[in-house]
């Protein structure tokens, strides 16, 4: 193989390098056999390079590529989707070292490099994912820079320099494209991550379900309001509404279990001053979305159901922005239609039958709906419930019979729950609604950030002459709860958090790893803000108040004009950059001598010596052997004497004219 094309060593090992920076964000979603065979691939080439192993054969290719495949499928069950998809293009990336020998597979494997790097995005955009995979761009461009360094045997750091200043000098043309680079749609479909775990609330609730998520340090949504930030205990976060309840779990109602005509929201009477606020969610893959009472979107996809929650027509895979405008003192529903009623009725027969049989004698005791609803609060008030994230478990069968008569410990679903079956069985409409209560203000950028511990269940029942109100049973148990979170609220048996030991909120009571923690979380906030929330509407206003009537033509000078305005500045850098040194007659005369040897047939190669060139010509055209030594050996001489001597030169100049090759001679 020519010089030319094979790999340098510097190439190779920032090849290598490379490899492994991709792949370690991918670590947890991949299987473990995935991670041997990049060790096992590197080996390989190492050893290749080294002269102790030979490239593989063409069957020993095949039986990887098919153990690849049947591994991914045995691994995720299938070859269809956006895992097994990043795992096969993984693997992949990793036998593509095994055969690479010379540069024209360096150069697919480098550029296949950056599309690998790419990949993480589908995964998640968040600030540190985004400075790392900076990071892996400059490591694959200093592998292609590397490649381009034929002389360069040993392991050179600096090159990584070069590649790094290659990368800044791009970053102002990115920003342009950012900018001005029109928002089309996909031209293909994304796989959906059907095997990524869902984040968040789930669509049916049973006893223990929320209890499980309330362990989760992960961070549901950020909030910013415009004002003032609402109090703590009325930030109540809606997301479902359940109003079936089968096999004791509880669940919401589907688009076709609701008839036609309540498919509608009724006219809803405001009060008071609504609150606007953005909300940027945390991918969940799922559909439904969160805000206070009585949200109404100000987003394009974004439905409001007869329920009063809220949900989108995509799945949310990714950071989702959207404003709402909310009015918590709204009547909801005064005028129930007798479907509504029956759904929010409905019990399953004979379960929980003490439940109901003392929600019936409490009912008939109290003399109105209103008096029946402060009874069960003061009922769970005055006896001993506890409100723990370690509830026994309760039998499938007449659950709730257990948790108000035997263990009478439970978590926030524990308490909805049973409050809704008492509601129910008094002749009561009332529902479950699962979300979020509460949240960290965080008083760098004064955002609400809500976590996954937030998650919460409470009662909505029907009044006459109010529609739905808002029932927290939770709070006649823990009151701290809802006034001042979770933490305080188990603070008695150290709960919180206990399966997260690394979680920076387990030691908010140090000072600077709080300040540290919610410094990120702003800067945080600000990218999802500015860079992941940057869509094709935004893009559209920002365009529009910059230049004012968008017209094709207006847009391409514009993109154009930013583009040249980027671009010349960095050519007129590399352009200075550049030292031409002017060439000395006395190369000149040399150079013209090996113009004429290669127009008959011996050309100088590159990274050749004047010393060598002759001892070649030398050897494969004997006639001219002394007559060009002679030549070559005066012109080293000049080309390293300070000053010139003038006797050699003109020995030079003489040795020039007698020199005179012709074809036809001997070779």
């Not at 799945?315 to 959207?322: L, N, T």
């Not at 150290?494 to 908010?508: K, M, N, Q, V, W």
């Not at 979380?521 to 500015?530: C, F, G």
Request: overall charge neutral; proline content about 6%; glycine content about 6%.
């Amino acid at each position: 193989m020519k010089m030319l094309q094979q790999v340098p060593r510097n190439a190779l090992a920032w090849i290598i390098i490379s490899m492994f920076t991709l792949l370690a964000p991918h670590a947890g979603r991949i299987p473990v056999w995935i991670m041997l065979i990049y060790l096992f691939a590197a080996l390989w080439r190492i050893q290749v390079y080294r002269g102790h192993w030979s490239f593989p054969g063409r069957w020993v290719k095949l039986v990887m590529i098919v153990s690849g495949f049947a591994g991914i499928y045995l691994s995720f069950g299938s070859l269809i989707g956006l895992e097994p998809t990043v795992a096969l293009l993984l693997t992949a990336f990793a036998l593509k070292l095994i055969e690479l020998v010379s540069r024209k597979d360096a150069y697919v494997l480098i550029f296949l490099g950056y599309f690998v790097c790419i990949t993480e995005f589908l995964f998640t955009q968040d600030l540190l994912m985004v400075l790392y995979s900076l990071l892996n761009v400059i490591i694959v461009t200093t592998a292609l820079v590397a490649l381009h360094q034929p002389g360069e045997h040993r392991f050179n750091r600096k090159t990584m320099r070069l590649a790094g200043v290659m990368v800044l000098q791009a970053m102002p043309l990115m920003l342009v494209l950012f900018f001005l680079f029109p928002r089309i749609g996909p031209l293909w479909t994304v796989p959906v991550k059907s095997h990524t775990a869902k984040t968040g609330m789930s669509d049916f609730m049973k006893p223990g379900d929320i209890s499980k998520l309330s362990q989760s340090a992960d961070v549901a949504f950020r909030v910013q309001f415009e004002g003032e930030i609402p109090v703590k205990s009325q930030l109540y976060w809606r997301g479902l509404v359940f109003s079936k309840l089968e096999e004791g779990a509880w669940s919401n109602l589907g688009y076709f279990d609701v008839p036609a005509k309540e498919r509608r929201q009724q006219e809803v009477v405001t009060k008071g001053e609504p609150l606007n606020y953005s909300i940027i969610m945390e991918p969940t893959q799922q559909n439904w979305l969160f805000g206070l009472r009585y949200a109404t979107p100000d987003r394009p996809g974004i439905l409001a159901a007869p329920d009063f929650r809220l949900y989108s027509l995509v799945m949310i895979e990714d950071e989702f922005q959207y404003q709402v405008r909310s009015w918590p003192q709204a009547q909801l529903e005064t005028d129930l239609s007798d479907w509504r009623r029956e759904v929010e009725l409905r019990l399953p027969d004979n379960d929980n039958q003490r439940t109901r049989q003392f929600a019936s004698t409490l009912r008939a005791q109290a003399g109105s709906d209103e008096a029946f609803v402060d009874a069960v609060l003061q009922h769970f008030n005055r006896e001993p419930f506890v409100y723990t994230l370690q509830p026994p478990l309760l039998p499938d069968v007449d659950g709730m019979d257990v948790f108000m008569f035997d263990s009478r410990r439970g978590f926030c679903e524990h308490y909805a729950y049973a409050f809704t079956v008492m509601m129910r069985a008094a002749g009561i409409p009332a529902r479950v609604v699962a979300g979020y209560q509460g949240g960290e203000i965080n008083p760098v950028n004064k955002t609400v950030i809500v976590h996954q511990f937030d998650a919460h269940a409470w009662a909505e029942v029907w009044l006459p002459e109010e529609g739905w109100v808002r029932v927290d049973p939770t709070a006649s148990v823990a009151p701290q709860r809802i006034e001042m979170g979770l933490e305080e609220a188990v603070a008695a048996e150290g709960t919180f958090l206990s399966d997260s030991p690394l979680s920076p909120l387990r030691y908010r009571s140090i000072r600077w790893i709080n300040q540290l923690r919610l410094r990120y979380d702003a800067l945080t906030y600000q990218w999802q803000s500015w860079v992941v929330g940057f869509d094709g509407q935004v893009q559209f206003q920002l365009l529009r108040d910059v230049f004012g009537e968008i017209s094709a033509g207006r847009f391409a000078a514009a993109l154009i004009g930013t583009w040249a305005l980027v671009l010349l500045p960095v050519a007129i850098s590399l352009l200075r950059r550049r030292e031409i040194r002017p060439q000395r007659p006395l190369d000149r005369e040399y150079l013209k001598v090996c113009e004429r040897l290669a127009n008959l047939g011996y050309p100088r190669q590159a990274g050749e010596s004047a010393a060598d060139y002759a001892a070649r010509i030398s050897r494969e055209c004997p006639d001219w052997a002394e007559s060009f030594n002679r030549l070559t050996g005066l012109y080293t001489e000049l080309a390293y004497q300070a000053p010139v001597n003038a006797a050699s030169e003109q020995q030079f100049h003489q040795a020039l004219r007698q020199f005179r090759p012709r074809k036809g001679r001997e070779r």
